[in-house]
């Protein structure tokens, strides 16, 4: 008798209630209904940009964006970094919600105009820091519309590796062959779209390194370098050799190295900048 086979099946109810306790590492922060759980204001900082986050690979997107544009020499795109604790809620204080209505990390107010602007959703973050500075999208028609193109795969694809493979293969209360060989089948063959693109190209969207590289290296470039769900050797990444050799190339640049510090708590204590507000909070 196979593995599958001895799982229980599971029989919806007409109508679906929450459970008491649906268990797994994020089951006290899981709700089914938005808005605040309670009253707190955000703090706010000397720049313009103010960032509420936390060192996932979403948020690991901005923060490489910001210290991209620092180190390409956009001083307007000195920020703070204000830390996010989403294992214990504070995604869904007043203020937080106030920023990004869907209580997810990252979220960015503008401060630098006459009226803030908020910016949620790491994507669309991405987007707006680069068409508020014009940098790291190309500026012809075909060469930006490619580089969204991938853009926006990461954003689709990206919730198949974190929630679907991610959450049943490193943190669902039990594994389940199922979910797990749907979802690791689903990763792989996003991992060949990658390898058969970067076969020909030096980063995903051409010769041309863009917020594309900044949204799905720290998906699927950790992946690679086994840095994300210890899943390497189960995925067989090392069978993906012009990821890898991306994935290496851009894990070198000193912002990369910079911004994947900023708003990290775990791993080496050395990596570890909980909140930045100037550029000397990383050196």
Request: charged fraction near 20%.
């Amino acid at each position: 008798m196979t593995e599958q086979s001895n799982q229980s099946t599971y029989a919806p109810a007409k109508v679906w209630t929450p459970p008491a306790s649906n268990g797994g590492m994020f089951a006290n922060i899981n709700r089914p209904v938005a808005g605040p759980t309670h009253e707190a204001e955000l703090p706010v900082g000397k720049h313009p940009l103010q960032l509420y986050s936390l060192a996932t690979p979403n948020g690991q997107k901005v923060t490489i964006m910001l210290e991209e544009l620092l180190a390409a020499g956009h001083s307007g795109a000195e920020y703070d970094a204000w830390l996010i604790r989403i294992n214990e809620g504070a995604q869904f204080s007043s203020g937080f919600v106030d920023v990004n209505p869907n209580s997810k990390i990252p979220a960015l107010m503008d401060r630098s105009g006459g009226e803030p602007v908020r910016v949620f959703e790491s994507g669309s973050i991405l987007l707006y820091l680069a068409e508020k500075f014009n940098a790291f999208v190309p500026t012809t028609l075909a060469g930006r519309t490619e580089t969204l193109n991938w853009l926006f795969w990461q954003m689709g694809s990206g919730p198949l590796l974190g929630g679907g493979f991610g959450h049943f293969y490193a943190y669902a209360p039990e594994k389940l062959q199922y979910p797990i060989d749907r979802y690791a089948m689903e990763v792989k063959r996003q991992l060949d779209v990658l390898e058969r693109q970067l076969a020909n190209n030096r980063y995903v969207a051409g010769g041309e390194y863009t917020i594309a590289d900044m949204a799905i290296w720290p998906w699927y470039g950790a992946l690679v370098q086994g840095e994300l769900y210890e899943a390497g050797e189960f995925l067989s990444v090392h069978e993906y050799k012009h990821v890898r050799r991306w994935a290496d190339e851009i894990a070198a640049r000193p912002a990369v190295i910079r911004g994947r510090k900023v708003n990290r708590v775990r791993g080496n204590p050395e990596e570890q900048v909980p909140e930045r507000h100037s550029a000397a909070d990383l050196d």
